[in-house]
């Protein structure tokens, strides 16, 4: 399955209807090309200042087994299980102090948006990504030597799309089902607070 586009109220760009999570992944290794395509959409996300505070750190199993292992052992169980054929792992890092060692206010929203602009930009190649809070982030800084700055905000599992009659039954309901989101005006008001839009 790779569509799985959302039953928007009003049409919306394919690219942001069209993408989704999914967890039926195959081991088909993502292209180089592919690869420097989603990391150069996310170097243009915007940012406070421009600041530009998001890093992120790329597992290629196909590149280097040993690190990519190393950032898999970090998953919770229930995302290994899925991520078992994922060739690439993306950490998002994002630096937490400005350069005048301030703390900034806007690098997890930053750094957000980069990965947003990151999985949107594998969507329109035709991959899948997946983003996970799922992972063991104090396990991850001492493995990785992250500098004491520097925040590990999520992973990403990037690859292609496979066959989804080989997930465990329950995942594949969850693959299969209709994608949901609050009602509009739950979370979008209009002029005050609670006042739907
Ligand atoms: C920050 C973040 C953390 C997430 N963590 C996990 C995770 O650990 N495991 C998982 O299976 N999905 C995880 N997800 C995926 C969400 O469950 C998914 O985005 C949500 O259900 C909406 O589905 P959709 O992305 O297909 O629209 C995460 C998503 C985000 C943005």
Redesign the pocket.
């Known amino acids: 399955m790779t569509n799985k586009s959302a039953p928007t109220a009003v049409p919306v760009h394919e690219l942001i209807a069209g993408r989704?999570?999914p967890?039926a992944y195959s081991s088909e290794p993502v292209s180089r090309e592919h690869l420097h395509a989603v990391l150069e959409a996310a170097r243009w996300a915007p940012s406070s200042y421009n600041a530009q505070p998001w890093r992120f750190i790329v597992f290629d199993r196909s590149a280097d087994e040993v690190a990519f292992k190393q950032a898999f052992a970090t998953l919770v169980p229930f995302?290994q299980d899925w991520n078992a054929p994922v060739p690439v792992l993306i950490a998002v890092t994002t630096h937490t102090l400005t350069n005048k060692g301030e703390v900034n206010r806007s690098a997890a929203y930053d750094a957000g948006a980069a990965a947003m602009s990151l999985v949107l930009q594998a969507h329109a190649l035709g991959l899948a990504a997946?983003?996970?809070?799922?992972f063991d982030a104090a396990a991850f800084r001492t493995v990785f030597s992250l500098p004491a700055d520097v925040d590990v905000l999520?992973m990403i599992s990037l690859g292609h799309y496979g066959d989804v009659e080989k997930l465990d039954p329950v995942l594949r309901e969850r693959e299969k089902s209709v994608?949901t989101r609050f009602p509009l005006g739950e979370v979008a008001y209009q002029s005050a607070w609670k006042k739907a839009f």
């Open positions: 989704w999570s967890r995302n997946h983003q996970m809070g799922g999520a994608r």
